[in-house]
């Protein structure tokens, strides 16, 4: 009880300090790309706080995290036009009940740590996506008549392709894969059009949907 009541306090502190001078607006009243850089941000984290036994104390690390330390998360999930957050508006205004503001990426990424934090701090340690651990979930995905699909079942990750893509945009997937998705321990061909990556340990809802926007982001940037 003690460590909690030491943490919120930090917390606390941290969130005065990023607030004294801001201009907040209401969720539903912000620009679109502030709202977008908030929820790449609130993916990432939650993303990463699947490996953590204290969701709470990694929240408030990253908070405090220097700029490389903040830039390597950020490069977790293929930041970009083509990735469509997990996240949505509607999570952001529990996140961020006074408004959110404009501010660079790096502060973007501290602040949504701040509020994950004291939310989480509030609900058992759970933040605004699922943390259940999943045994199977798919997805699809389709972008100039091209289709692909993503399939998660006891521990293995499978990435369904069309049979045209090239070994190195394979490379890059495998390296995207090998990111957003932990517990990974190897990768392996199922099939023509089929990789698969088999995992330590199971999912969460959280982390599957996260990783593959991050993949399918990815595509999107290959193809465009």
């Known amino acids: 009880m003690k460590k909690l009541k030491i943490v919120l306090a930090i917390l606390v502190v941290l969130f005065v300090s990023h607030s004294a001078f801001a201009a907040y607006l209401p969720v539903s009243k912000a620009d ?10 609130v993916d990432v984290l939650q993303n990463l706080a699947a490996e953590s036994n204290d969701p709470v104390e990694f929240y408030r690390q990253m908070a405090l995290a220097d700029d490389d330390k903040a830039a390597w998360a950020l490069s977790l999930l293929n930041y970009g036009p083509g990735y469509v957050p997990v996240t949505t508006d509607e999570d952001l205004a529990k996140l961020f009940p006074r408004g959110i503001e404009a501010t660079d990426i790096l ?35 389709s972008l100039v008549g091209y289709n692909y699909e ?16 090239s070994d190195e945009e394979l ?54």
């Open 150 to 165: 993503f399939e998660y079942e006891d521990a293995v990750f499978y990435f369904k392709f069309i049979d045209t893509v």
């Open 171 to 224: 490379n890059m997937i495998a390296a995207v894969i090998n990111r957003a998705i932990p517990w990974i321990d190897s990768f392996y061909y199922v099939r023509p059009g089929v990789i698969a990556a088999t995992l330590m340990y199971d999912l969460t809802d959280i982390v599957f949907k996260t990783g593959v926007r991050a993949i399918e982001s990815m595509i999107y940037e290959t193809i465009y």
């Open 32 to 41: 679109s790309s502030v709202k977008f850089d908030l929820e790449y941000c």
């Open 107 to 141: 502060n973007t990424l501290r602040r949504a740590a701040i509020h994950l934090a004291l939310y989480a701090s509030k609900n058992n340690g759970r933040g605004t996506g699922s943390d259940e651990v999943i045994h199977y979930a798919q997805e699809s995905y």
